[in-house]
Structure formats: C-alpha cells, structure tokens
C-alpha cells in the first residue's frame, strides 16, 4: 500500500506554503498555543461533535471527544473538535427531519472549507447518522463514524422498560386507569437511565448497524453500550484509526460502494430494522452515486431472515443484550453468506477478514 507525504497533505494546502496566507494560518494555529511540529506535516482530524446539552442521547460526547483526540495524538496527528449541528429526537419541535439535510450540508462545507485531512464523525440520534455520513461522503476525505452506542435497558420496579414501545404501553395503560400517577412517574424516571441512544432496534440503532455493515464504523462499534468503558476505548482507537487512513488515502468512494449498500440494507432487515432505514439509506447511497431503490431494499427484505430478537420487532431483548449476546460482528457472521464480504472497511481490511472469530 502507498502512502502519503506530509506534502501531499490536503492540510499542507493552508499550512506548508511560504505565502502570507499560509503565514496567516500558521500565525493562527499558533495563536492557541501549538507549535508548528504540532500541526505542519502532520494529519489534522476534524472531530465533529453533536453534542449540545439538550440533545440526550448525546451527552457523554463532551468527554468521549478526549478519547477521540488521545488516539489522535498517539497516532501522530492532530485533533480538533468541531461542533457540528445537534439534531436530536429528544427535545425537538416538530420534527428533527427538517434538519437532517441542515446537518448533510454544514458538514460538507466544515470539512470542505478548513485544513483537515480525515474526520470522525460523533452521531448516534437518529437523523445525525445519515445527515454527517452524507455531507462527509461529498467532502470525500477520509471518515470514520463514532456511533454514540445504546443507552442501558430502562428498569422501573424490577420491569425491563424500552424505549419507545413502553412510552406508549404505559400511557395507554395510565389512560385506562390501571397504574397510578405514582407509577407513571416511576415508569418515567426509569425508561431513559443513562447517556445514549435509544436501546430498542429503533431508528438510531438501525442507522449506526447500516453504518457498520457499510464498513464507515470500526468493526461492531454500533452495539456498544454508551457507557461500557469498552465505548472509550473504541473512541479512543477511531482515533488512531483515522490517523493511518489518511496515510493509506482510505476514501470514502473506496468503501461505500454498491455492495457496501447492498450489506447495509440486508443487515438492516436481518435486525427488523426501523422503517426509516428506507429514507435514510436510500439517501445515503445516492449521495454516493448509487441508485438503490425502494424495489431492491423491497426485494431484499422478502429474502432475508429476521434473526435479531430485538424489540421492537423482536419480543424480549433491548440493544444492551444484543452487545452481550455478540452485538452486530455476530449478527453479520450468522448471515455472511448473503453479505459481500470483500467489501473493504475503515479497518483497511475486508469486511469478511473483520468477521474472523465474531
Ligand atoms: Fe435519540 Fe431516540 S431520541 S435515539
């Protein structure tokens, strides 16, 4: 594999050059205290953060950013954290679909415009999964997605709540007059009891499986509980990860391919997936130049089992037992044969040799 020079940088464009606007960046980047052997020759990762203190399932990306930038700097390049759009199903007004494609478009121009040579992409709520995978696959450097991972199973009096599904159970429930207001306020104080999307296979967990089975996430991140110290580790190595894709040139045309949206959209189905995989994935695949269609992701469905017993399609488990039981490497090796393993990942291998021992 070839790699590059520091002078074939896409940063060494703002900061290589012996011009005034060159001297200019320079003079700026040093305003904050680094030194020139800090960022010149060295790759420059944008780490693009939805975070905001209203968006829930976000919360803990104020600290996982440190452990994006560890890995960073352990690699040899240099992380900068830049906050990128916050959309959140939480607490937004009417929809949080209005905003995806605001959160596609400010990403694309972020990387465009400033000196990074890579990008990892902090999402996990629903639309900021296709919204930052979007806008960076037309920015065209090299990305890795960090998926905010699964919040814990909700628990009130000893009851398994999900999200979602038992919101609506439990009102129906108050409506008709079989628990107390006592209970109701139980039930709402347990069903959302740590950072992280929600832990049924709704929208956001369907989002960052399609992310993982396209290759954009280190191998099986999406199942990872938001809170498992094994979440700090994974984002400490998208981090050094990133690093080395911008030396190896590791594109995002390289990896998104046709089959790698054709993976996604049979993974996807295999987990019971969340209906809004059908707008977002088609989205998504088409921003990469492939025509995925409501027919194929129709035809794919008829032919794929559904394996994954993960509410709300499944009857019993929450996301916190599918990691336990495997999490998504397990999902895929259950399934290989219908998936194109050749398919290369951020990892640098195939999406088969990441599959080796799930
Ligand atoms: Fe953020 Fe459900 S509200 S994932």
Not at 6 to 21: N, V, Y
Not at 235 to 246: H, L
Not at 317 to 328: I, N
Request: net charge neutral; with cysteine; glycine share 10%.
């Amino acid at each position: 594999m070839t790699r590059k020079t520091p002078a074939e940088l896409r940063s060494a464009r703002w900061f290589s050059k012996d011009d005034l606007r060159s001297f200019g960046h320079r003079s700026r980047m040093m305003q904050m205290g680094y030194s020139e052997e800090e960022f010149v020759g060295r790759p420059m990762i944008g780490i693009l953060n939805t975070w905001s203190e209203l968006n829930t399932c976000h919360s803990h990306f104020r600290e996982r950013v440190q452990d994006v930038k560890r890995g960073v700097l352990m690699a040899g390049g240099i992380g900068v954290e830049m906050p990128a759009l916050s959309v959140d199903e939480s607490n937004t007004k009417p929809t949080s679909m209005l905003y995806r494609n605001l959160l596609a478009m400010e990403t694309e121009e972020m990387i465009r415009s400033h000196p990074l040579d890579g990008v990892v992409l902090m999402g996990g709520c629903d639309k900021t999964t296709p919204g930052l995978v979007m806008g960076a696959i037309s920015a065209g450097v090299p990305l890795i997605y960090l998926p905010a991972g699964p919040m814990l199973r909700g628990n009130y009096a000893g009851r398994i709540l999900g999200s979602g599904s038992d919101a609506w159970k439990y009102w129906d429930e108050r409506r008709a007059g079989k628990i107390s207001d006592a209970e109701w306020q139980g039930v709402q104080g347990g069903i959302a009891r740590s950072a992280g999307t929600c832990m049924t296979m709704g929208t956001a967990s369907t989002m960052t499986a399609i992310a993982d089975a396209m290759g954009i996430t280190l191998p099986g991140a999406s199942s990872i509980p938001a809170v498992d110290s094994g979440h700090q580790r994974m984002s400490a190595d998208c981090g050094r990860r990133i690093v080395d894709m911008v030396w190896e040139d590791v594109t995002p045309d390289k990896i998104i391919t046709a089959s790698a949206c054709r993976n996604a959209a049979v993974v996807a189905m295999a987990t019971g997936c969340s209906t809004n995989a059908v707008v977002h994935l088609i989205a998504m695949a088409r921003r990469a130049g492939h025509d995925l269609t409501l027919d194929d992701l129709d035809a794919l469905g008829r032919v794929t089992p559904l394996i994954a017993n993960v509410r709300p399609a499944g009857k019993d488990y929450l996301m916190e037992d599918f990691y336990y039981a495997g999490g998504l490497r397990a999902l895929m090796k259950q399934i290989e044969d219908r998936l194109d393993t050749s398919c290369l990942t951020v990892t640098g291998r195939t999406l088969g040799e990441n599959l080796e021992g799930a």
